[in-house]
């Protein structure tokens, strides 16, 4: 992996001043419960005071102690993480990151090329499959999970069931995707409750399109497999009985990312088929529109707007397996790609969750920003990616190709809705920071990561390894260098020295690594404990563009609630420090009643003071930083 350079203090690289006011605050109330229902209780009864903390976990990579990394290597050759893995010593070290609810990617029974035909499970086609072990985006069956992940795959769900009592053990919610776009190629559950009819299972496919229909077909006409790019052969070459340029399916299915081709490009969802939610070829509507003012309403008016409603099957297929997981003590969602699903689903989907369990946790994937005010009032989703707006932008400052004046910018543009727009700086989708193709360097997370996870009331998420500098550097198969590859057995290497072969202990980590596990501990525990970053905000980064030393590779703003007080600053320079007396601005001072004189400012963490002076109205705070550090003062 990638080593940092020296540390400037025990924080390493680019150290950071952090302190803040210790305060109390209450909780957030959830929705009330319509009358009548019995909805089951969440895993942790104790609300904590500031954010939630994801943590997400890529199951099959996460607990895996195998070094040997073969590109294209089999589970035997590869090993592979169970659930089993994710024992006490893992979760009690998740937890000691302020982390609130864990998200296991991966989970669901989804296509793998690996022989599991002695527990009923049916073969998968290479030339359908992305990689050895699979994409955990193409489900196989929603009922069921990953035999990869199951000690004994015949009790896969016992395994899981058990994962998700000791995650609960822990004072922590269990999150899972569910991906209601589209389904692998070849669908099959062999876990489904009684009544209940796979995907496709009576669908008319002599038409290209049925509301009731859970697929759109390319009528008369058979599947082709895509024609392979860049010398691309499934399993690297290797040969398989499957693995013949074929795939039996007619009449064709759209596929998942729209394609209406018999043969898909290379390039598109290929091992994938999208659903049909109600929404014709030519982009019409067949099901009931939502009233516009229904935005406006709580989702206790949507649950019950589709009482009696006719809806298309593939959203009470959907309905239903939400319904099986949460009863399974699952506490919330992460939904794939919900932009490519129309909004009245979501409304119908998420009111129905909320009706069963008023404190589920319901995370969507949408790239839009054009959209996001209808999928979070509209289709009622609690939290959305903050990705193409604050990641995108903070990931151009990291790397030296952006200035901080976007920062600002972002933010204001996400006042009516900041609260709703989950913050990260990794995720399986993206770049891992400290890759070469990335930033080349973990540290420069550092200043990025405080203002992520504390300009805003909205809730931050962490990838696994990101805390320890992942680097994401393997050529894993079907997965790129630079991010840690989803589709293939994996070691993670970093992470690997953190979890010590089951120990998870950090036993392998250096100092560099444990300086920066830390940063990340002390960062996210401020966030997760503390009201103060659900309260108000205010930049200071305008103000200040002129002052003397301020850059625009610093930024630095305000968050206040009551009395609870704290000024945040991050330098993003690399390779400069940074000194300025920051002002603050009039009306600031005299909303916090700030008398004149001079304040003690403390910075808690490196046990540092700073001087707030405050002189006719006005008011700045001496602000001294290290290369790549912050510093959240209070008064």
């Not at 509209?378 to 030296?400: H, I, P, R, T």
């Not at 940063?519 to 401020?526: A, D, G, K």
Request: aromatic fraction near 12%; hydrophobic fraction near 35%.
């Amino acid at each position: 992996m990638h080593n940092p350079s020296s540390s400037l203090c025990r924080f390493g690289l680019g150290a950071i001043a952090l302190a803040m006011l210790m305060s109390c605050g209450k909780a957030e109330m959830t929705n009330q419960q319509p009358a009548g229902t019995e909805p089951q209780q969440s895993a942790a009864t104790a609300v904590p005071a500031g954010k939630a903390v994801v943590y997400q976990i890529f199951t099959r990579l996460f607990g895996n102690s195998n070094s040997t990394n073969q590109p294209w290597g089999t589970l035997e050759q590869n090993g592979v993480g169970k659930f089993n893995d994710i024992n006490d010593a893992a979760l009690k070290g998740i937890k000691e990151l302020g982390v609130s609810h864990v998200w296991y990617t991966g989970v669901l029974h989804h296509a793998v090329i690996r022989d599991y035909s002695a527990y009923g499970i049916s073969h998968d086609d290479p030339d359908v499959v992305k990689g050895r072990a699979g994409s955990p985006y193409a489900v196989k069956d929603y009922y069921s999970v990953n035999p990869d992940l199951a000690v004994d795959p015949a009790k896969r769900l016992d395994e899981f069931q058990a994962l998700i009592e000791r995650t609960h053990k822990h004072g922590l919610k269990v999150l899972i995707d569910i991906v209601p776009n589209h389904v692998a190629r070849h669908y099959q559950s062999l876990h489904k409750p009684a009544g209940v009819e796979d995907f496709g299972a009576s669908d008319d496919s002599s038409v290209e399109y049925k509301r009731d229909n859970n697929f759109y077909y390319v009528v008369g006409q058979p599947f082709q497999v895509p024609a392979a790019q860049n010398g691309y052969q499934p399993l690297g070459g290797e040969a398989h009985p499957l693995s013949d340029g074929k795939f039996a399916e007619n009449p064709a299915k759209w596929t998942g990312n729209g394609s209406r081709l018999a043969q898909p490009d290379f390039n598109d969802w290929y091992e994938t088929v999208k659903i049909n939610y109600g929404v014709r070829p030519d982009g019409s509507y067949d099901f009931d529109r939502l009233p516009a003012d229904y935005a406006s309403k709580p989702v206790q008016e949507h649950f019950r707007f589709w009482q009696g409603k006719s809806v298309p099957d593939s959203w009470l297929k959907f309905r239903d397996i939400a319904y099986y997981w949460l009863d399974k003590g699952v506490d919330g969602f992460r939904f794939d790609m919900a932009e490519m699903v129309p909004v009245e689903f979501w409304s119908f989907l998420n009111a129905s969750i909320k009706q069963k369990n008023p404190d589920a946790f319901l995370l969507a994937e949408v790239y839009n920003p054009a959209l996001y005010r209808d999928y979070l009032h509209q289709g009622k989703m609690d939290y959305l990616y903050d990705k193409v707006e604050m990641y995108d932008s903070l990931k151009l400052v990291m790397q030296g190709k952006g200035s901080t004046d976007s920062i600002a910018k972002v933010q204001q543009g996400m006042m009516d809705i900041e609260q709703h727009m989950l913050h990260f700086l990794e995720n399986h989708d993206e770049q891992r920071i400290a890759s070469p193709e990335f930033a080349g360097d973990a540290n420069k997370a550092k200043p990025a990561m405080v203002v992520s996870a504390l300009i805003s009331s909205s809730p931050t998420m962490l990838y696994f390894g990101q805390e320890v500098g992942e680097a994401g550097a393997l050529d894993s198969g079907f997965g790129d260098p630079s991010r840690t590859s989803i589709f293939d057995y994996a070691g993670v290497p970093a992470h690997q020295a953190w979890l010590n072969h089951g120990k998870y202990d950090g036993g392998q980590l250096s100092a560099e690594q444990k300086q920066l596990r830390e940063f990340y501990r002390v960062v996210l525990n401020l966030s997760a404990t503390e009201a103060v970053f659900k309260g108000q905000y205010q930049e200071l980064h305008s103000l200040n563009k002129t002052t003397p030393g301020y850059t625009d590779k610093t930024y630095a703003f305000v968050r206040f609630n009551g009395k609870d007080k704290v000024v945040v600053v991050s330098n993003f320079d690399a390779g400069t420090s940074q000194n300025f007396e920051l002002k603050l601005p009039a009306e600031l001072v005299q909303q916090w009643q700030l008398k004149a004189g001079e304040h003690q400012a403390t910075d808690l963490l490196n046990d540092q003071h700073s001087v707030l002076k405050v002189q006719d109205g006005k008011a700045s705070l001496a602000v001294q930083l290290p290369a790549l550090g912050s510093a959240v003062y209070r008064f």
